[in-house]
C-alpha cells in the first residue's frame, strides 16, 4: 500500500485541507507565477540581445576572413568562401548549410538593416524575423529605397507575429522596389529543385521548390485523377490515392509499391533471414525498420553483397565484389561507408569521390584514401592554407582550417546512429574528440588497436 505524505505550510490551520489556502494563498501563487512570466520576458529579450551580437562578430569575422585571405594572396581561391562558411560552421556548432545561411543574413542584417538589427539587440523582435526582412529584402540595390524599406519593416515588424513578418517583407519591398521584387523572382524560379527530407517512421519528405503555377499545376492534376478513381470505387483515402499516382507517374511504374528502382539497403545477415529485428540502413534516407527492410530485400530485384564492419567504430571497412555488377566497386565501397558528406559539418549528398592525399602528391586510388564529398566541400579542399590528413586504419579524416580550427570527422556506423554498443560509441568518442596530451592519445591509440585485435581473434 502507498503511502502520499503531503507537506503542510506553517501557516496553515489545522484541520484545513492542504492546498485550500485562502485568498492570501492564492494571491501569493499569483504573483509568484506573474514574477516567473516576467523573468521567461527578460530571459527572451536577453537571448535576442546575445543573438545581435552573435550576428554582429559573424559579420566582423567576414571582414577578417576576407582580409586575411587577401594578405595570402588566395582571396580569389574557388575555396576561400567555403573555408570562411566551415570554419563559422565549426564554431556554431552547425551545419555548412546553415552556417552559410546564417554568415549571408548577419550581413545583410549589419550593412543594409541597421534599424531592424536594433530592434532585436532591444528584444522587440525574434531574429528570425530579422532574418526573413535581411532575406526578402537582398534584391533592393537602391541604397536609399533600402534604408526605406529597413525603417518602414522595423516600425512595423515589432507588432507584427514572427511568422508573418516574410509576408510583411514581401510586400514592402513590392510597393517600395516593384523592379527588386521582380528580379527576386526570376532569381528564385531559376534556382527550382526537388529535395528527399527523411521523416522518421519509415516516411520521407519529396519536397520540390517550384514556380507557383507549376506546383498548383502539379496539385490540381493530382487531385483530380484522386477524385475521379474515388468516384470510380477506389478505396484508398485521397491523399494516398494523390501520393501513389505520384509515385506510380515519376517512377513509371504500374503500381506505387512494386518499384524495381535501384536503391541501397544495409541490413544484418540476422535482420535479411528473420533471426533479428535490428533496425536497417536506406543509404541517403536514414534508418528503417526490420519488416519493411526485408519486404524491400526480398520483392523485385535485389542483389546481396557482405559487407565487412570495424569491431572498433562499426564503419565500414571493405566489402566484396560478388554482385550482378561489377562496375564503380570503389564508388559504390565509398557510398556505402560515408553515406554522406565527410566534410566539415556537413550531411549533404556525396558528389565527389576524394582522394584524401590528393593524387597529383602522389596518394593512391583506394578505399583507405577515399572520402565522399559533396561539390561544396570538395571546393573548401581547394583554399591553400587548408589541410586534410587521413588515418588508413579507421578512415578517420582530419580537417585543418586556415585559421586554426580542427575537426576530426570518422565515417558513421554502418548501421547508422543508434545502432553501437556502449564500448564502440566511447571509442568513436575518443578518436573524434582526442585527448590534449601526447602520451594520453598514445594510450587511447593502443586501447582501440587492442580491442580491434581481438574482436578479430
Same mark, same amino acid.
Given at each position: 500500500?502507498?503511502?502520499?505524505?503531503?507537506?503542510?505550510?506553517?501557516?496553515?490551520?489545522?484541520?484545513?485541507?492542504?492546498?485550500?489556502?485562502?485568498?492570501?494563498?492564492?494571491?501569493?501563487?499569483?504573483?509568484?507565477?506573474?514574477?516567473?512570466?516576467?523573468?521567461?520576458?527578460?530571459?527572451?529579450?536577453?537571448?535576442?540581445?546575445?543573438?545581435?551580437?552573435?550576428?554582429?562578430?559573424?559579420?566582423?569575422?567576414?571582414?577578417?576572413?576576407?582580409?586575411?585571405?587577401?594578405?595570402?594572396?588566395? +582571396?580569389?581561391?574557388?575555396?576561400?568562401?567555403?573555408?570562411?562558411?566551415?570554419?563559422?560552421? $565549426?564554431?556554431?556548432?552547425?551545419?555548412?548549410?546553415?552556417?552559410?545561411?546564417?554568415?549571408?543574413?548577419?550581413?545583410?542584417?549589419?550593412?543594409?538593416?541597421?534599424?531592424?538589427?536594433?530592434?532585436?539587440?532591444?528584444?522587440? $523582435?525574434?531574429?528570425?524575423?530579422?532574418?526573413?526582412?535581411?532575406?526578402?529584402?537582398?534584391?533592393?540595390?537602391?541604397?536609399?529605397?533600402?534604408?526605406?524599406?529597413?525603417?518602414?519593416?522595423?516600425?512595423?515588424?515589432?507588432?507584427?507575429?514572427?511568422?508573418?513578418?516574410?509576408?510583411?517583407?514581401?510586400?514592402?519591398?513590392?510597393?517600395?522596389?516593384?523592379?527588386?521584387?521582380?528580379?527576386?523572382?526570376?532569381?528564385?524560379?531559376?534556382?527550382?529543385?526537388?529535395?528527399?527530407?527523411?521523416?522518421?517512421?519509415?516516411?520521407?519528405?519529396?519536397?520540390?521548390?517550384?514556380?507557383?503555377?507549376?506546383?498548383?499545376?502539379?496539385?490540381?492534376?493530382?487531385?483530380?485523377?484522386?477524385?475521379?478513381?474515388?468516384?470510380?470505387?477506389?478505396?484508398?483515402?485521397?491523399?494516398?490515392?494523390?501520393?501513389?499516382?505520384?509515385?506510380?507517374?515519376?517512377?513509371?511504374?504500374?503500381?506505387?509499391?512494386?518499384?524495381?528502382?535501384?536503391?541501397?539497403?544495409?541490413?544484418?545477415?540476422?535482420?535479411?533471414?528473420?533471426?533479428?529485428?535490428?533496425?536497417?540502413?536506406?543509404?541517403?534516407?536514414?534508418?528503417?525498420?526490420?519488416?519493411?527492410?526485408?519486404?524491400?530485400?526480398?520483392?523485385g530485384t535485389a542483389w546481396v553483397r557482405r559487407l565487412y564492419t570495424d569491431p572498433?567504430?562499426?564503419?565500414?571497412?571493405?566489402?566484396?565484389?560478388?554482385?550482378?555488377?561489377?562496375?564503380?566497386?570503389?564508388?559504390?565501397?565509398?557510398?556505402?561507408?560515408?553515406?554522406?558528406?565527410?566534410?566539415?559539418?556537413?550531411?549533404?549528398?556525396?558528389?565527389?569521390?576524394?582522394?584524401?592525399?590528393?593524387?597529383?602528391?602522389?596518394?593512391?586510388?583506394?578505399?583507405?584514401?577515399?572520402?565522399?564529398?559533396?561539390?561544396?566541400?570538395?571546393?573548401?579542399?581547394?583554399?591553400?592554407?587548408?589541410?586534410?590528413?587521413?588515418?588508413?586504419?579507421?578512415?578517420?579524416?582530419?580537417?585543418?582550417?586556415?585559421?586554426?580550427?580542427?575537426?576530426?570527422?570518422?565515417?558513421?556506423?554502418? $548501421?547508422?546512429?543508434? +545502432?553501437?554498443?556502449?564500448?564502440?560509441?566511447?571509442?568513436?568518442?575518443?578518436?573524434?574528440?582526442?585527448?590534449?596530451?601526447?602520451?594520453?592519445?598514445?594510450?587511447?591509440?593502443?586501447?582501440?588497436?587492442?580491442?580491434?585485435?581481438?574482436?578479430?581473434?
Amino acid at each position: 500500500m502507498g503511502v502520499n505524505v503531503r507537506g503542510m505550510d506553517s501557516s496553515s490551520k489545522p484541520g484545513r485541507p492542504c492546498g485550500d489556502e485562502g485568498p492570501d494563498g492564492v494571491a501569493a501563487r499569483m504573483e509568484a507565477a506573474l514574477a516567473r512570466l516576467q523573468r521567461i520576458r527578460d530571459r527572451r529579450a536577453e537571448i535576442r540581445r546575445l543573438e545581435a551580437l552573435q550576428v554582429r562578430d559573424v559579420a566582423a569575422f567576414i571582414g577578417q576572413r576576407d582580409s586575411l585571405d587577401a594578405d595570402l594572396g588566395v +582571396s580569389g581561391a574557388p575555396g576561400a568562401y567555403r573555408c570562411m562558411v566551415a570554419e563559422v560552421a $565549426l564554431s556554431m556548432g552547425v551545419s555548412v548549410l546553415s552556417a552559410q545561411s546564417f554568415m549571408s543574413d548577419a550581413h545583410g542584417l549589419v550593412e543594409r538593416h541597421p534599424a531592424v538589427l536594433g530592434a532585436v539587440e532591444s528584444g522587440e $523582435l525574434a531574429l528570425s524575423a530579422a532574418r526573413a526582412v535581411a532575406v526578402e529584402t537582398a534584391s533592393i540595390d537602391d541604397p536609399d529605397l533600402q534604408r526605406l524599406a529597413d525603417m518602414v519593416i522595423a516600425e512595423e515588424a515589432v507588432d507584427v507575429l514572427p511568422g508573418k513578418v516574410r509576408a510583411l517583407a514581401e510586400r514592402r519591398v513590392i510597393e517600395i522596389d516593384p523592379d527588386a521584387a521582380a528580379r527576386r523572382a526570376d532569381k528564385e524560379r531559376a534556382d527550382r529543385h526537388v529535395r528527399l527530407v527523411p521523416a522518421g517512421a519509415d516516411m520521407a519528405y519529396l519536397d520540390a521548390y517550384l514556380p507557383v503555377e507549376q506546383a498548383t499545376s502539379c496539385w490540381r492534376s493530382l487531385h483530380a485523377f484522386a477524385t475521379t478513381r474515388r468516384a470510380a470505387g477506389d478505396t484508398r483515402s485521397l491523399h494516398r490515392l494523390m501520393c501513389d499516382t505520384l509515385v506510380e507517374r515519376l517512377t513509371g511504374a504500374a503500381c506505387a509499391d512494386q518499384l524495381s528502382t535501384d536503391i541501397c539497403l544495409v541490413m544484418t545477415d540476422t535482420t535479411l533471414l528473420g533471426g533479428a529485428d535490428t533496425p536497417a540502413q536506406l543509404v541517403g534516407a536514414g534508418p528503417i525498420t526490420a519488416p519493411l527492410a526485408r519486404q524491400l530485400a526480398t520483392t523485385g530485384t535485389a542483389w546481396v553483397r557482405r559487407l565487412y564492419t570495424d569491431p572498433v567504430d562499426a564503419s565500414l571497412t571493405t566489402m566484396d565484389t560478388r554482385r550482378r555488377c561489377v562496375d564503380g566497386n570503389l564508388r559504390d565501397a565509398v557510398l556505402v561507408a560515408d553515406q554522406h558528406c565527410r566534410g566539415i559539418n556537413c550531411a549533404s549528398p556525396i558528389r565527389d569521390i576524394d582522394h584524401v592525399h590528393p593524387y597529383a602528391r602522389g596518394g593512391d586510388t583506394s578505399f583507405a584514401n577515399s572520402q565522399g564529398l559533396s561539390k561544396a566541400c570538395h571546393t573548401t579542399r581547394d583554399h591553400p592554407a587548408m589541410h586534410v590528413d587521413a588515418d588508413p586504419t579507421s578512415r578517420k579524416t582530419t580537417w585543418h582550417t586556415p585559421t586554426g580550427l580542427t575537426h576530426h570527422s570518422l565515417p558513421p556506423p554502418t $548501421l547508422g546512429n543508434g +545502432s553501437l554498443t556502449p564500448t564502440q560509441i566511447r571509442l568513436r568518442h575518443w578518436q573524434t574528440h582526442p585527448p590534449d596530451s601526447t602520451m594520453e592519445q598514445r594510450v587511447v591509440h593502443i586501447l582501440i588497436d587492442h580491442h580491434r585485435r581481438r574482436s578479430r581473434c
